[in-house]
């Protein structure tokens, strides 16, 4: 079974541009949830999609949008960047529907210069 | 929403000796208390759990406590070894209308001295 995969691994951008994520859940997984990582920051969650709609939003300004497709792939988006975006970003997808484990992917290193 | 509070961030404990991780939530309704390591440039995986209606689970060296009551639940590692130097981050989640909502805590990290 394959895991979760996140595209590209690692991506530099300068300040103002756009940049696009992608996370390919584990099959059969529905929901996919996006972290910010940052050294001593913890993860912070950003969103969460479940069956092509946004089920949760965290404390991001609306700069950082997402979406998801209908065979769960999820794409998160960040418009004109900043420094401060430099992170890891994380997607977990799950089953989404009671209690389970989530899985991570290994993330998308992006540098804003 | 529900609040997750983990300490310490940094922990630093010599090979051989214990080391204790604990987290506090807010919401009662949370029943599942998942706990994730995450090694240096690795993604973070899940390596126990426990769900409310268990007090301590143990799983070889590592083992998970749960307080109701208090609302609180630590994660214990004996017998550290350099391998079990990483990032740990605990989580609480319910669910609620029908789907999970999961919080993360801030995480630790965790230095084992050899």
């Known amino acids: 079974k394959a895991g979760v995969t996140q595209t590209p691994r690692y991506l530099i951008k300068t300040r103002g541009q756009q940049v696009t994520l992608s996370c390919s859940p584990i099959?059969?997984?529905?929901?996919v949830s996006w972290y910010q990582q940052t050294p001593g920051q913890g993860l912070q969650f950003l969103f969460e999609y479940f069956s092509e709609t946004q089920r949760n939003k965290g404390n991001f300004p609306g700069r950082f949008s997402g979406r998801q497709f209908s065979n769960s792939r999820s794409e998160m988006n960040v418009s004109t960047l900043e420094l401060g975006d430099s992170a890891l970003y994380l997607c977990a997808s799950s089953h989404g529907q009671g209690n389970t484990e989530a899985f991570f992917g290994q993330g998308t290193r992006l540098t804003v210069v | 929403g529900e609040n997750v509070e983990q300490h310490p961030s940094t922990l630093s404990v010599q090979e051989g000796d214990s080391a204790v991780i604990k987290c506090t939530y807010s919401?009662?309704?949370?029943?599942?208390f998942p706990w994730y390591k995450q090694e240096l440039g690795k993604r973070p995986q899940l390596i126990i759990d426990i769900r409310s209606n268990v007090g301590e689970k143990k799983d070889q060296r590592i083992a998970v406590t749960l307080n109701k009551t208090a609302k609180h639940f630590s994660l214990h590692i004996t017998e550290t070894q350099p391998e079990d130097s990483a990032v740990y981050f605990c989580a609480a989640s319910k669910v609620s209308g029908g789907y999970q909502k999961v919080t993360f805590g801030t995480g630790t990290k965790l230095q084992v001295i050899p």
């Open positions: 099959s059969g997984h529905r929901s």
């Open positions: 919401d009662s309704a949370s029943n599942y």
